[in-house]
């Protein structure tokens, strides 16, 4: 079975910095994409960023300019850099990975989220 967790949430004034990691963990074969998702409060989910295994990456524009993916292949993890944080981006913010098994066909995993808040 695959488990993402994410780590480096917390609270942080607009302005300021936060990096979230995330590494899945189990018995994996190999990982595709891998990437960052957020649902604010009472809202959907909504694509961050993804990074392919080559290091293609493809952000939202609410985030271009602000935040950065990237990944470690050896380690199989992604992290997300977030600079110029905004009360907007208060959310829970989950990780994601399409990962196959010695025993199973590419799947989507995401993590339980880690809560951002960003105090004004």
């Known amino acids: 079975q695959v488990q993402l967790v994410e780590i480096g949430g917390g609270l942080v004034q607009a302005g300021g910095s936060l990096t979230l990691a995330c590494a899945p963990s189990?018995?994996?074969?190999?990982?595709?994409?891998m990437g960052w998702y957020r649902r604010a409060p009472g809202g959907q989910r909504d694509l961050i960023a993804t990074?392919?295994?080559?290091?293609?990456?493809n952000y939202a524009d609410y985030v271009k300019g602000r935040f950065t993916i990237s990944r470690d292949n050896v380690k199989n993890a992604v992290y997300l850099q977030m600079n110029n944080l905004e009360p907007d981006d208060t959310a829970i913010y989950l990780c994601?990975?399409?990962?196959?098994?010695?025993?199973?066909?590419?799947?989507?995993?995401w993590g339980q989220g880690t809560q951002v808040t960003v105090s004004s």
């Open positions: 990074i392919a295994n080559n290091g293609h990456t």
């Open positions: 994601y990975a399409r990962v196959a098994t010695p025993k199973t066909d590419w799947n989507d995993y």
């Open positions: 189990g018995n994996i074969a190999a990982i595709t994409y």
